[in-house]
């Protein structure tokens, strides 16, 4: 009787575990013909979908993610490859906005005020790429993350019917 409940709970574990290996590959393949790492390279979209993540770090330092991906929108926005970044993101308390982090550090890189539009409800990648396209109309975009993010979003954005591209942020 142990046998055969260690045999299933096993059984149940590597399948859970092959699924997850394989819908990751899947994803990964269908994005990486869409995903950038350089500027200069990547064509140009009228509107970026900058996605959100804390300024400091679990340990209350500055969040390299954060800043790298503030960097690459900001270059893309010099570049002439987007005339404006929505920058989505949490802003589930009073003591924790994404979005108003994002537009300042944004302006502090060069990006005008007026080129920058805030979705304070993208509290995760779904809600952020959905609401690109139902509430600020975006079909065409080019979304800013890290690479393994950028391909889950390429995903859900195609998923949505928009067309997508990405750059990943170092």
Known sequence: MIKRIVLSI???MFLGIAFTVYVNV???KATQHRLYTDVSLIPRNKVVLLLGTNPLNRLGRPNTYFFTR????????RAGKADYILASGDNHTKGYDEPTAMHDSLIA????SDRIVLDFAGFRTLDSVVRAKEIFGCDSLTIISQTDHNSRALYLAESN??????????
């Open 109 to 112: 890189n060069g990006v005008p």
């Open 10 to 12: 096993s059984v149940f």
């Open 161 to 170: 019917g928009i067309d997508a591209i990405a750059i990943s942020a170092p």
């Open 26 to 28: 899947r994803v990964e």
């Open 70 to 77: 503030i960097k690459t929108a900001a270059e893309l926005y």
